[in-house]
C-alpha cells in the first residue's frame, strides 16, 4: 500500500576524517563498489518512496558515483553533525507523512531481512522512533546505549562524550533509526550542539522524545557484524573480508566450488554458474559472468569477463571486458584486453595476448602472439611468434584473416591487411597486401648456406677477447 510506503534518508556528507583520505569516506570502494552504494541497494529493496541522500564533502564526485534517477540529492553544505544533516533532507520530505528510515553511508553490511523486521516492529508498538542496537565485544567508537532501572532507553551518549563508566556499557547505538516524518523533523529541530565535538547529533532525538513522552523502542540486531559501520581504513579491510566471506559463502552454496575462499575475491556484481571450479587467488570483479562448469586453475584477473559454460582459464591470466564461448581454453598466462571475443573451442596459449580481436570457432594461438584490431575466422591456426602490426605510430589498423588459415610461426601481418579462407602462410612471412583464398603467401628469400663457416671465423677472432 502506498500509504505504508517508507521514506529513506542516507547521510553520506561527512569526510571522513579518519581515513586520511582525500577520497570522500563513502566512495572508497568495498568488494568492488562505493561503500555508500551497498546500504543505497538495500535501501532500494524496501521500495521506498522517497529516497535522499544528503551529500557534502566531495558532494559532486559523490553524485557522479551513482547513476540511477531514483534518488533524490540534498547538499549539506558544512558538515554540522548527524542531525544536522538528517535536517537538511527535510525539504524533500515536505508532503510526505510516512516513516523515514534513516542509514548510513558507512554502514554498508546491514541486510533487508533485518530492516523489513525493524520496519515491522516500528508499526507493531507505534513507536515514534525505533532505533538499532547491537551488543559488541568491543564497542569502542560507537555511542553508547543508556538504560533506565526499568531497561527502558534513556539516552545515547556518544564515545566522546562518555565518562569512564558510561564506556564499559556494550550496548552501542548502530546509527539506523525508523522515526515517524512528524516527530523526527521536530525533534531534529530541538537538538543542540553542546557537546565534546559541537556537533548537531542525530541520537539526541532519543532524549527529546522521551521529554516529549514519545515512545522510543529499540530493535536488537542478531548479527552485530551488519551493523558495523567504517571509520578507518582497518576497519575497512575488516569489513571487506566480512563482506567476501558473506559473498563467497552464497556461492558455495549455490554450488560452485572455491579451492580457497579466503584468496578468492568476487564483487558483488558477479554471477557464477553451478559446478564451476575456482582456484586460490582468484579475483573476479565488476560484472563478470561465469558459466557452468567453468574450470579457473587459479591467479586469474577478470574484469567485466564473460564466459560461457566449461571455458577453462589455466594459470594465470587477465582478463578485461572480454567475451569468451563454451570450451574455449584460455593460458596460462594470457592477457585477453577490452573487445575480444572468443568463440566456441578456441585454445589461447601461453604469452598471448588480445585486443580488440573477434576470433572463430576452433581457432588456436597456442603461442607468444600478439593479435590486435583482427578478425580471425574458423579453425584457423595462428603459429608461435605471430603479430599483427595494428599501429604505425598515428593510427589503429584491422587485420582480416578467414577459415581454415595457417599462419606459419613468426609471421608479421602489417594492417590494413587482410587474409582470404584456405590461406597458407610460410614460416617468417611478411605479409603487406591481400592475400586471395586458398593462395600460399612467402617472402623470396634465399636460403645460404656456407660450410665450415664458423670455424673459420673463430681461428680470425683468436686473441681477441671481448
Ligand atoms: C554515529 C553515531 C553513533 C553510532 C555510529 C554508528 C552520531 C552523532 N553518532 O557515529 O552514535 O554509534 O554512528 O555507526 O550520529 N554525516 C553527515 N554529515 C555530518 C556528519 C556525518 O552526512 O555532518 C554522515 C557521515 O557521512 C556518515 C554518517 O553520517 O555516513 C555517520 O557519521 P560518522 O561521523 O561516521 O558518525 P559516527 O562517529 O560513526
Ligand atoms: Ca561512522
Known sequence: ???????????????GKRMRSSLPKVLHSLCGKPLFLHPLAVAQKLQPGKIVIVIGHGAESVQRSYVGTDVSWVIQEQQLGTGHAALCARTVFNDFS?????????????????????????????????LMTAHLDDPKGYGRILRDDYGGISGIVEERDASERDKQIREVNAGVYVASADFLFAALERVKNHNQQGEYYLPDIVT???????????????????????????????????????????????????????????????????????????????????????QIDGSAYLTDAELEDEVHLLFSVVIT????????????????????????NVHIGNFVEAKQATIGDGTKANHLTYLGDCTIGRETNIGAGTITCNYDGFKKYRTTIGDRVQVGSDSTLIAPVSLGDDVYVA????????VPAGALVFNGREERVREGWTERKRDKMKGFKK
Not at 500500500?1 to 569526510?15: E, F, P, T
Not at 534513516?102 to 525493524?118: R, W
Not at 614460416?427 to 591481400?434: E, L, Q, S
Open 208 to 294: 527529546i522524545g522521551l521529554a516529549q513522552n514519545q515512545k522510543i523502542a529499540t530493535f536488537r540486531v542478531n548479527d552485530p557484524r551488519e551493523m558495523m559501520g567504517i571509520n578507518t581504513r582497518e576497519e575497512l579491510a575488516a569489513m571487506e573480508k566480512t563482506l567476501r566471506e558473506r559473498i563467497n559463502g552464497k556461492w558455495m552454496e549455490a554450488g560452485v566450488t572455491l579451492k580457497d575462499p579466503q584468496t578468492t575475491y568476487i564483487d558483488e556484481g558477479v554471477t557464477i554458474g553451478r559446478d564451476t571450479l575456482i582456484g586460490s587467488n582468484t579475483h573476479l570483479r565488476g560484472r563478470t559472468t561465469i558459466g557452468e562448469r567453468c
Open 1 to 15: 500500500m502506498l500509504m505504508n510506503r517508507i521514506g529513506v534518508i542516507l547521510l553520506a556528507a561527512g569526510q
Open 98 to 130: 510516512g516513516d523515514i528510515l534513516i542509514l548510513s553511508g558507512d554502514v554498508p553490511l546491514i541486510m533487508q531481512s533485518t530492516l523489513d523486521a525493524m520496519i515491522d516492529m516500528h508499526r507493531d508498538q507505534q513507536a515514534a522512533l525505533t
Open 321 to 344: 571486458n572480454s567475451r569468451i564461448a563454451s570450451g574455449a581454453i584460455v593460458g596460462p598466462f594470457a592477457h585477453l584486453r577490452p573487445g575480444t571475443a572468443l568463440g566456441r
Open 427 to 434: 614460416t617468417a612471412t611478411t605479409i603487406r597486401h591481400d
